[in-house]
């Protein structure tokens, strides 16, 4: 597999930073607080936003689809930012607790947002 350049890929190494940023500092009191399950909301959202950012900064500089790499960066490699963030929490901090409930989130969110990406990409193909 040739080498990835990550400087092509700047929305998408801001978009993960910022996850990682978010999940290591403490959860602020929101209005929000009462919705049933929004942690895990949030969790589904920001993944498949990661997700969606990464397929579509590969779909606009690329022309043709290396599916092994999509597959890689687009959707292992989140999954398991996920899982490594949930661990982070667990491990490294005193004010976050890792779930695996979580980090099911995170991998659905993944899985929607890789969904997403297929549509651009299908999309780009047929317009």
Not at 28 to 53: G, S
Request: hydrophobic letters at 50%.
């Amino acid at each position: 597999m040739k080498s990835i350049k990550l400087s092509r890929y700047p929305l998408s190494i801001a978009t993960a930073v910022v996850i990682w940023i978010v999940c290591m500092i403490p959860v602020p009191e929101t209005p929000l607080a009462d919705v049933t399950l929004i942690d895990k909301w949030t969790h589904l959202v920001m993944y498949a936003a990661l997700t969606t950012v990464i397929w579509t900064e590969y779909i606009v500089r690329h022309n043709t689809i290396a599916w092994q790499r999509v597959l890689v960066f687009g959707l292992l490699l989140p999954i398991l930012m996920g899982c490594a963030v949930e661990l982070a929490q667990a491990y490294l901090t005193t004010c976050r607790s890792g779930d695996w409930f979580d980090a099911m989130c995170n991998t659905l969110g993944t899985l929607i947002g890789g969904a997403i990406g297929c549509a651009i990409l299908y999309y780009k193909k047929h317009r």
